[in-house]
C-alpha cells in the first residue's frame, strides 16, 4: 500500500514540475497561487500605513480622520484598521 502512495507523490511531482517548466521563461503565465481567486475584500489597513493608500502624508491623514468619524475602520484588540475596499468607496464618496 505505502507504494502506491509512493508512486501518486511521484507522479504529482512529475506534473506539477513540468508546468511549472513549461511556463518558466514566461512572466505572464499564470502560477498555481494565481489561480486561486483571491479577494481585496477583506483586506485591511493599518492606522500607521492608512496615509500612505491615501496618497497623502501622515499628519493630513490623522486630520481627516479626526474630522471625519464615520470614516469606516474596524477596532481589534485596541488597534484601529481600515477595511481597504470600504475605504476606497468612502474617499470616492467624500471626494464628490
Known amino acids: 500500500?505505502?507504494?502506491?502512495?509512493?508512486?501518486?507523490?511521484i507522479a504529482a511531482a512529475g506534473y506539477?514540475?513540468?508546468?511549472?517548466?513549461?511556463?518558466?521563461k514566461n512572466p505572464e503565465?499564470?502560477?498555481?497561487?494565481g489561480s486561486f481567486d483571491f479577494d481585496d475584500d477583506h483586506e485591511l489597513i493599518k492606522d500607521?500605513?492608512?496615509?500612505?493608500?491615501?496618497?497623502?502624508t501622515k499628519e493630513d491623514a490623522k486630520v481627516l480622520l479626526k474630522e471625519h468619524p464615520d470614516v469606516?475602520?474596524?477596532?481589534?484588540?485596541?488597534?484601529?484598521?481600515?477595511?481597504?475596499?470600504?475605504l476606497?468607496?468612502?474617499?470616492?464618496?467624500?471626494?464628490?
Open 16 to 24: 506539477f514540475i513540468g508546468e511549472g517548466l513549461k511556463n518558466f
Open 48 to 56: 500607521s500605513n492608512v496615509h500612505h493608500f491615501m496618497g497623502i
Open 29 to 33: 503565465a499564470q502560477s498555481l497561487t
Open 88 to 96: 476606497k468607496q468612502w474617499l470616492l464618496d467624500i471626494g464628490k
Open 72 to 86: 469606516p475602520h474596524v477596532l481589534i484588540n485596541g488597534k484601529i484598521y481600515y477595511p481597504k475596499n470600504k
Open 1 to 9: 500500500m505505502d507504494s502506491i502512495w509512493l508512486a501518486l507523490g
